[in-house]
């Protein structure tokens, strides 16, 4: 799952805290009999076993420091990928590439190597601290010479909501600065914040030359982020260039220099939380000089398949990625290696062994595309990847359940759907849920991993998916085991084996995604969208 990304989110994560009781205006079970889904069948789901055991010896495998953290394009991206077509191949899968395990993609990764900033105002220069600050550029050196700054607020611009923080704002050549956090409405999570991609896209189209956020962020924080620009920003090759410089600079950093052209930071951020803030030029000035580390490489996903027997053109599609984040920690830190145990050497192995239990029994109706991904770390690029370049064209793919972070818990967790209340796969899930003996967890919170793994690439473009996981499943209040996994070890060199107490509740996650997949495989009807979800295949009116 991604966490704090400056390229992909800009916007801190937030933990899971509190929010329950969701409720939904409509029974997904009335909804599904509604759209004549339902009922789907008789009786409660057949459940076929996930050894636990076999899981932890993936894990064991894929999260040893001998596989040096999984980064995409580092050290051991081959040797990963390798264990996975094999292990695949082993449970009995056939290649799903053109007759290939891997699909090799292109990428560039950028690194922050130096950052220089400083703010003319009242004829006055104040240079920012490099620790205040970091910068990456488009190009190995880029300099700003003197260039005027054009406050966008929020930067928000979305049709959706009607809000336009640019207007006619003209930014040719010039440095915007705006707030790294989304505008109240967006932060309480009542809007999806438009992507900052796309956003910073128009900002470059409207003649940007850089792009600068005032951060929040407390020191910790800050260093995190400063350390994941050093260690690099990734995108696909075949993504068009960016602005020449991106970057957060300290909010308590910039006041002064804004203090220096008579702006109070507390005014603008009252203003730009308005809903008709509009773009100005202020009166600052901006110089700086940029170093960067850029690097092309390729990477690549694993794809299996099992033929369908009867519709073997159409399929449904697991997908897991296999990335994590590498040596993640600075020479001399007593351990450096991002294992990424739970997040996600779980998810292969569970997607493994769902792939040998699927081969085991009957024949699915539908094939079954097995996808380890790629650089989900870095803003789902290896999905998005294969989204655009599929192994079965995604409007015969009809549907899927992404494996992310799934082991923590023992058995009888309550099942996380994420993705739950948008597809008629609700009333399904519900009822395998119901044949494990488990819950459903009504806890709307976890709703903002939505976008945060690989499923989300194919949502986006129509495919019916869910992510499934019982790690969610809280015991306590406060200080729960998830508590301690999001402020300890996630994305940490702690995120190691020693840190799953056990694999039991993985293994019902994966006899739970087992079958909806196999539902899905064989159904009828396959699953869709309710009419109160804007990803219908095709593009709803706000589908991103
Ligand atoms: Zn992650």
Redesign the pocket.
């Given at each position: 799952?991604?966490?704090v990304s400056a390229s992909v989110a800009g916007t801190r994560p937030r933990l899971l805290k509190g929010r329950r009781g969701f409720s939904f205006a409509l029974g997904a079970g009335i909804a599904a009999a509604l759209l004549g889904a339902g009922p789907v069948h008789g009786g409660l789901p057949d459940l076929s076993p996930i050894d636990a055991v076999r899981l932890r010896q993936h894990v064991e495998v894929l999260a040893d420091d001998a596989f040096q953290g999984r980064e995409a394009g580092g050290p051991a991206d081959r040797k990963t990928t390798n264990y996975i077509a094999k292990a695949l191949a082993n449970a009995g899968i056939e290649p799903g590439w053109r007759g290939k395990w891997l699909q090799p993609a292109p990428f560039i990764r950028r690194s922050a190597v130096e950052w220089r900033l400083s703010g003319q105002a009242s004829g006055e220069a104040i240079e920012i601290s490099p620790e205040a600050l970091v910068l990456i550029g488009e190009g190995k050196v880029e300099r700003i010479a003197n260039a005027p700054v054009v406050f966008i607020g929020h930067g928000i611009v979305d049709p959706a909501s009607g809000r336009d923080d640019i207007g006619s704002a003209d930014l040719k050549g010039a440095v915007v600065l705006r707030f790294a956090e989304p505008p109240p409405e967006y932060a309480a999570g009542n809007r999806p914040v438009p992507d900052l991609r796309l956003r910073r896209a128009l900002y470059r189209s409207r003649g940007a030359v850089a792009d600068i956020a005032i951060n929040d962020s407390e020191d910790a924080e800050f260093i995190r982020l400063q350390r994941g620009y050093r260690l690099g920003l990734m995108r696909l090759g075949e993504t068009g260039p960016g602005i020449g410089v991106t970057g957060h600079v300290k909010a308590a950093a910039a006041a002064p220099v804004l203090a220096a052209a008579g702006l109070d930071l507390k005014t603008m951020r009252t203003q730009a939380a308005m809903p008709d803030f509009r773009a100005a030029t202020i009166p600052l000035r901006i110089t700086a000089h940029v170093e960067t580390g850029i690097r092309r490489f390729r990477s690549a996903n694993v794809v299996g398949r099992l033929e369908g027997r009867g519709r073997p053109d159409e399929a449904v599609i697991v997908t897991a990625?296999w990335d994590?984040?590498g040596v993640c920690l600075p020479a001399g830190s007593p351990d450096r290696i991002c294992n990424?145990a739970i997040?996600?050497a779980s998810g292969i192995a569970g997607m493994i062994e769902l792939a040998r239990a699927l081969k085991a029994g009957p024949a699915p109706r539908r094939s079954v595309l097995f996808v380890a991904t790629t650089a989900?770390?870095h803003g789902l690029l290896g999905a998005e990847y294969y989204a655009s370049h599929p192994a079965v064209p995604l409007r015969a793919t009809v549907g899927g359940v992404n494996l992310?972070?799934i082991a923590l818990r023992g058995r009888g967790a309550k099942l996380g759907v994420i993705g739950r209340g948008l597809t008629t796969l609700d009333p399904i899930i519900r009822d395998v849920a119901r044949a494990q003996g488990r819950e459903l967890l009504d806890d709307s919170s976890v709703q903002q991993y939505f976008r945060?793994?690989d499923h989300f690439a194919l949502v986006k473009r129509g495919v019916p998916m869910v992510m499934l996981t019982g790690i969610f499943s809280r015991e306590r209040e406060k200080d729960d085991a998830i508590d301690r996994y999001f402020e300890r070890d996630?994305?940490q060199p702690g995120d190691e084996l020693e840190a799953v107490p056990s694999f039991d509740g993985a293994a019902e996650d994966v006899e739970a995604a087992l079958a909806v997949v196999r539902w899905m495989a064989n159904a009828d009807v396959p699953p869709r969208w309710l009419p109160n979800s804007p990803y219908q295949r095709g593009g709803g009116p706000s589908a991103p």
């Open positions: 799952m991604i966490g990625h994590g984040y990424g997040d996600n989900e770390e992310d972070t945060r793994s996630y994305h």
